[in-house]
């Protein structure tokens, strides 16, 4: 069995506390963390009497700061990457918290917890356990997030793909594209894709996202690399059309009829309405460079709106309006404002 020398005070020093609960007699499912795999560090002379004890920790940068907590470092290989780590799950109860202690191996776990034991100042030390992969429940899909249209346009990346790419997925072709030529991505073009597989996840300070993917096992593994740093994450699932919300009409401007433009060239289509003259001239000026042989501002009774967050968006034609969705996937439906 691996000495602890120094080793044990500057362990449980560094110990994190992920769970309280001091009238419980079992430790929480949240006290050994969550995630794919572990950081760990070994003695670089295994026999080295005096040593102090290997540790591991859910991620390398909490490995790096327990690393630095001991006497010599240098005697201790940089923190690396292994699929399991031995644990073991104590109370104290001066903090009325559990702990856990991890080690790349049995002989540290025993270490570990032999001193748990000698010190008489933690209670409910539990035997050592290997523990791997660990996930906590997922989340319910949040919809919500999710941006409206009917179908995918995801990448199709040649075999074998390129390093780290993830066969992502998005709402437009020209999104696609953006993602193709913002990574470099060679030989890899935009495929029109009815389903994509989704997962959505939050961080504790942050709003909801998600992030689709062509097939369920990239999915998958975007989720294994995503929980580690969310609060909540979902499964992945086989998602396809999303309804756009209604327009919300709280935003449209009081008033009747609109004052409304609209471009002359058809390969470039642009227009605009607002419900004064004023308005629509001044945003005419800003566009008259595109606008080719325009009519300018006309009156019109009806127009075609919707919002996107807090920008709202009212069209001279439905036309306009759907072409505003392709450049805007997010946000709410095209309807008819008067």
């Known amino acids: 069995m691996r000495s602890l020398a120094f080793g044990l005070l500057a362990a449980l020093a560094a110990s994190v506390a992920y769970a309280r609960g001091g009238g419980a007699t079992k430790p929480p499912a949240n006290v050994i963390p969550f995630g794919a795999d572990w950081s760990c560090f070994h003695a670089l002379d295994d026999k080295a009497p005096g040593g102090e004890t290997p540790r591991c920790e859910r991620t390398e940068t909490e490995c790096k700061q327990t690393r630095s907590t001991l006497i010599d470092p240098a005697k201790m290989t940089p923190c690396a990457a292994q699929a399991t780590a031995t644990v073991v799950t104590y109370f104290d109860p001066k903090r009325t918290t559990w702990r856990f202690l991890a080690s790349p191996d049995d002989d540290g776990c025993l270490a570990l917890r032999g001193g748990l034991v000698a010190s008489k100042a933690y209670q409910r030390v539990a035997q050592c356990e290997v523990v791997g992969k660990r996930f906590p429940p997922p989340a319910k899909l949040e919809t919500s997030v999710i941006t409206p249209g009917k ?164 069209f001279p034609s439905a036309a306009l309006c759907e072409a505003n969705i392709g450049e805007h996937t997010d946000g709410s439906r095209c309807e008819s404002v008067n």
């Open 151 to 314: 179908g995918w346009w995801c990448l199709e990346l040649p075999t074998p793909a390129p390093k780290g790419v993830r066969p992502a997925c998005t709402r437009s072709v020209a999104q696609c594209e953006d993602l193709i030529r913002r990574g470099a991505i060679a030989s890899t073009k935009c495929r029109a894709r009815d389903i994509a597989y989704l997962v959505t996840f939050r961080e504790a300070s942050s709003e909801w996202g998600y992030a689709a993917s062509t097939t369920a096992e990239a999915c998958a593994s975007y989720r294994e690399r995503v929980i580690g740093a969310a609060s909540q994450v979902s499964a992945c699932a086989a998602t396809g059309e999303v309804a756009r919300p209604k327009l919300d009409r709280k935003r449209v401007p009081r008033g009747s009829g609109w004052v409304c433009f609209t471009g002359a060239d058809a390969q470039h289509p642009v227009g605009s309405c607002a419900r004064s003259a004023k308005d629509c001239s001044a945003a005419y000026e800003l566009d008259r460079y595109v606008l080719g042989a325009s009519l300018g501002c006309i009156k019109q009774s009806t127009a075609f709106a919707r919002n996107v967050q807090e920008q709202f968006f009212v």
